[in-house]
């Protein structure tokens, strides 16, 4: 384990190289949230009007923690780096290493993650207070409880990307995929929250990945219960399990008829 | 003891073929063809401990796949390899803590870091006490001479000063094998003296046994006392340096330009092999004749600019065929 924490170590200390990056995406952050902030302003007559179990706050809320999720994920540049690592023949050169492709992937991606969240929680905050006025009903414990949660998210949202991106071992370019991945987890679970879509969906998004890594952390930040946290955390591990078990049957597949030609 | 042994390793490559044309393109999305290219085709070879290695051949002559199977990288279609008494494609891991590469065309350094941090990194994931890594990172400072650039980052490194460090990198865990490919390329000739008098200081120092592969043959002729050469994914030779100098490296090619004409013949020795007037290109053997003698010839104060160098490794090649009757 040592050596995947000095993985993501050496990744947060070559990431902080790009902070000022990380600050020029703040910008579309915000313009988002501006964005949904009047949206739901127009859609609610009144703040304490409930629709689908949500008030104003809440549904402000929820988008600011959902945003903050996907916003520290960098997923399409993790995604991009696989698949070129496969086509390129990059991955050969982490092969003949002693430490797991998959292991190095996603400790070395949650070292960049954690900067960008660090970032994006602290302008979320900030952003959400100025305008709504207040935080949801949190304390000390839950509010770990929710970061655990989000964490956990990631280390989904992780792996399920570095698994879109060794499909690049079957067809040539996964890229198109993660588009697709990624437009999927825009409309169905940054925006709105399960409840709501059609309840015929309903069901079906609740035991899609959309549940465990954007629905679940945001859900407990605007109305925590500790059921509600225990039931997503059960979800969140069956989850990281099935999703690196996957990883791991595709790069041992893909590795074996790996081509690299030549120097 | 043999510390690598291959025997009848063959490798083959399916790669797409995609024909000319926008129709030939269309028609390769429903029905793709693809060819068979055999790499390596039924090599054997031992290497012995402490012993330092060329392995040398043209490009696309399958050394890098080679390399690259020993490592446990690919995996062959045919024949065995032991490296270490260890199988790299079934133990790939247990072997990669024994063995150290470098690829002189890929980076495994993080570029943002400074060498020393990732020196402390490769230490990490070869599972090495911090404070050995620490003793490790001195020693190996002093013999690769970084001190002037131990705590800059990666990326502001000459390639030069980046080689060195990359080899450094191999070596933190102290392999018993390190694999070198091609790690003097797109250096300059200074640079990559450089770098093998301190991988000749490092076989000596260590007693590693390295293994390297090079295009380039007077990268291994001061290096190595063996040296495989390879053509078309089979051995062409195994044999020994001085073996090779003696038949095939015999011979120095000097291109220079002059301020006068010369009139120069073909005599004992010497052979004109272009003559543009004021460029001149001459093969001397150096059995027979020492280059100093072919200066003298060309009248040292009528030369601009010289350049001596040795036979291509092609020309070799064609030369061991032309012996061996394979052609």
């Known amino acids: ?263 | 003891m043999a510390i690598i042994e291959v025997k009848k390793l063959s490798k083959n490559f399916k790669v797409k073929v995609k024909e000319k044309g926008l129709k030939n393109s269309l028609k390769a999305i429903i029905k793709p063809k693809y060819k068979i290219v055999r790499a390596v085709k039924n090599i054997s070879f031992e290497v012995e401990k402490g012993e330092m290695i060329a392995f040398i051949g043209p490009n696309g002559a399958g050394k890098s796949t080679t390399i690259k199977m020993l490592t446990g990288i690919l995996y062959p279609n045919n024949g065995s390899i032991k490296v270490l008494g260890i199988d790299p494609q079934k133990e790939r891991k247990k072997l990669a803590y024994e063995i150290g590469t470098v690829f002189g065309q890929k980076e495994q350094l993080w570029t943002h870091l400074t060498p020393y941090d990732n020196f402390k990194f490769f230490g990490a994931i070869y599972d090495i006490p911090e404070s050995r890594v620490e003793k490790k990172i001195e020693e190996l400072k002093m013999l690769f001479e970084l001190d002037d650039f131990i705590n800059t980052p990666v990326r502001n490194l000459s390639l030069g000063q980046r080689i060195r460090c990359e080899i450094v990198a191999s070596l933190i865990h102290e392999p018993k094998i390190l694999f070198l490919d091609e790690p003097t390329i797109g250096l300059d000739p200074v640079v990559k003296e450089n770098i093998r008098t301190l991988i000749k200081r490092m076989n000596k120092e260590y007693k590693t046994t390295v293994f390297l592969t090079s295009h380039d043959v007077s990268d291994i002729e001061k290096l190595c006392k063996r040296v495989i050469i390879i053509n078309n994914g089979q051995v062409v030779l195994d044999d020994t340096m001085e073996n090779l100098k003696y038949h095939y490296l015999n011979k120095k090619i000097v291109d220079a330009k002059m301020k006068e004409r010369v009139n120069l013949d073909d005599e004992d020795g010497i052979t004109i092999l272009k003559d543009k007037g004021y460029n001149l290109k001459i093969e001397v053997d150096i059995q027979k004749r020492s280059v100093a003698d072919a200066l003298k010839l060309l009248n040292p104060d009528n030369i601009i600019d010289i350049n001596i160098s040795n036979v291509p490794l092609e020309d070799i090649i064609s030369d061991i065929y032309k012996k061996e009757g394979k052609e």
């Open chain 1, 1 to 263: 384990m040592r050596k995947y924490l000095f993985i993501y170590k050496s990744e947060i200390m070559s990431e902080l190289q790009y902070v000022f990056n990380i600050l020029i995406g703040f910008i579309g952050y915000v313009i988002i949230l501006f964005i949904f902030l009047n949206l739901w302003k127009y859609i609610y007559n009144d703040p304490n009007e409930l629709i689908n179990g949500y008030n104003m706050n809440q549904m402000i809320w929820y988008v600011i923690i959902t945003e903050i999720l996907w916003s520290s994920l960098g997923g399409r540049k993790l995604c991009r780096k696989i698949c070129d690592d496969v086509r390129g023949g990059n991955i050969a050169y982490n092969i003949n290493k002693p430490y797991s492709y998959i292991g190095y992937s996603l400790f070395s991606h949650l070292g960049s993650a954690t900067i960008r969240g660090i970032l994006y929680i602290i302008l979320g905050m900030i952003l959400g207070f100025i305008f709504l006025g207040s935080f949801p009903n949190l304390n000390i414990l839950s509010i770990l409880a929710v970061l655990l949660s989000g964490i956990l998210a990631t280390v989904i949202s992780t792996l399920l990307i570095i698994f879109i991106g060794l499909l690049a071992f079957i067809i040539e370019d996964s890229n198109p995929f993660y588009w697709l991945y990624s437009k999927a987890m825009l409309v169905l679970g940054t925006i709105f929250p399960i409840e709501y879509f059609p309840k015929v969906m309903q069901p079906i998004l609740k035991y899609s990945p959309i549940y465990v890594v954007s629905y679940g952390p945001a859900k407990l930040f605007v109305e925590f219960s500790w059921t509600n946290f225990i039931t997503i955390i059960f979800w969140q591990l069956i989850y990281i399990l099935i999703a690196y078990g996957l990883c791991t049957i595709l790069y041992k597949k893909g590795v074996k008829n790996l081509n690299v030609n030549g120097g």
